[in-house]
Structures are given as structure tokens and as C-alpha cells.
Nanobody, 123 residues
Framework: VQVQASGGGLVQVGGSLRLSCAAS????????MGWFRQAPGKERETVSC????????YYVNYARGRFTISVDIAKGAVYLQMNSLKPEDTALYYC?????????????????WGQGTLVTVSS
């Protein structure tokens, strides 16, 4: 399985971005897909996760209400719509995949990782 995140960029405070994650693999519909971010000098942290099997979605507190994760099985893609962006959202954003329907709470359980896409929120 290969995954690749895209869609990052420079946005002003309060703006929006939509990140995309393209995934290859025949079992995509049975994977859990997660979004993560890592700011300079900080550990990688979970943002959101979705179970492709039933579209059950999970968010960390800072993402709930501002970010929305979604999946398009036919396209093999997962998206992260980010609204009301803040300077503290500036980070390298990654997507990752894990076989199965359970969304782990920490990044270390995910098996397949792609390169990140940089999001910069300017004030």
C-alpha cells in the first residue's frame, strides 16, 4: 500500500485548506486511514482517523468542529477539510493507512506512511 498526501500550502488565519490522501491497494475499503501532523520541535500527533469500512470518524479535541475527514472509496482517497485555521495548525501533515477497521489512537500503530504536505498558517 502506498499513500501520498497533498494539498498543503500557505493560508491566512481563519482560512481553509483541503488536504488529500491518495492510497493504492486492493483492500482500501477495509483500511483505517489517519491524518497526523508534526510541528517543528514537536512529536507527531494524531489529527483524525476514519474507518473506510463504515466511515466512522474520530477527531482529537483541537480538530473537532473545525476539521472534517472523509473518504471516497471509488477514488481511493481520503480528505481532510480544515476550516478556521490557526497559527498553531502550522505543521507537516501526513496520512497513513492501517489494515482493519479500528482507528488507533497513536501514530505508531499505522503501517503505511506517505510523505507529508506542509501547512503554514500566517497571522
Amino acid at each position: 500500500v502506498q499513500v501520498q498526501a497533498s494539498g498543503g500550502g500557505l493560508v491566512q488565519v481563519g482560512g481553509s485548506l483541503r488536504l488529500s490522501c491518495a492510497a493504492s491497494g486492493r483492500s482500501f475499503s477495509s483500511y483505517a486511514m489517519g491524518w497526523f501532523r508534526q510541528a517543528p520541535g514537536k512529536e507527531r500527533e494524531t489529527v483524525s482517523c476514519i474507518s473506510n469500512a463504515d466511515s466512522a470518524a474520530y477527531y482529537v479535541n483541537y480538530a473537532r468542529g473545525r476539521f472534517t475527514i472523509s473518504v471516497d472509496i471509488a477514488k481511493g482517497a481520503v480528505y481532510l477539510q480544515m476550516n478556521s485555521l490557526k497559527p498553531e495548525d502550522t505543521a507537516l501533515y501526513y496520512c497513513a493507512a492501517l489494515p482493519g477497521s479500528t482507528c488507533p489512537g497513536t501514530p505508531r500503530f499505522y503501517r503505511y506512511w506517505g510523505q507529508g504536505t506542509l501547512v503554514t498558517v500566517s497571522s
